[in-house]
């Protein structure tokens, strides 16, 4: 489970309404507990995708080391990652789940349909490796 503040939750959804028809991207940062995530703040990112940057992000190595140390100072680390699909199901793609490293974090995806955040699900990263990675369905919790 994700478990997450409103105005994290909406905050994710103005982003990708704010860069619509691009897509969005960022960072969730908080506290492993157990099964589940919680998310204490957001880090909005650069996409550095010029080539296709309506279904397409990606996120500078530079600037997620920067993420994660300003985490660290606050006692928070990253826990998932988010983007919105621009008109598009809010469901993983292949690229997205080639693209996922990160095991034990949550992969959130906001669907934007003509500017409108619609639905937003949320995916976790399971297995021990590149091997056996899926991404399994999980509920998001907004407190
Ligand atoms: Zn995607």
């Not at 691009?22 to 996409?47: F, K």
Request: overall charge negative; glycine content about 10%.
């Amino acid at each position: 489970m994700l478990k997450i503040g409103k105005s994290s939750y909406e905050e994710i959804r103005r982003h990708g309404e704010e860069l619509y028809p691009h897509e969005c991207c960022g960072v969730l940062l908080g506290q492993m507990d157990g099964d589940s995530r919680s998310v204490t703040s957001i880090a909005r990112c650069g996409n550095t995708r010029t080539d296709s940057p309506q279904n397409r992000y990606n996120i500078d190595p530079r600037e997620l080391v920067r993420i994660q140390r300003e985490g660290r100072e606050r006692g928070e680390d990253i826990v998932g990652f988010y983007h919105s699909h621009p008109d598009h199901p809010a469901l993983w793609s292949q690229t997205d789940f080639a693209e996922a490293h990160w095991l034990g974090c949550s992969y959130v995806i906001t669907s934007v349909e003509k500017g409108q955040a619609v639905t937003t699900n949320s995916f976790e990263l399971t297995g021990a490796g590149e091997h056996d990675k899926k991404f399994v369905d999980e509920k998001i919790d907004v407190t």
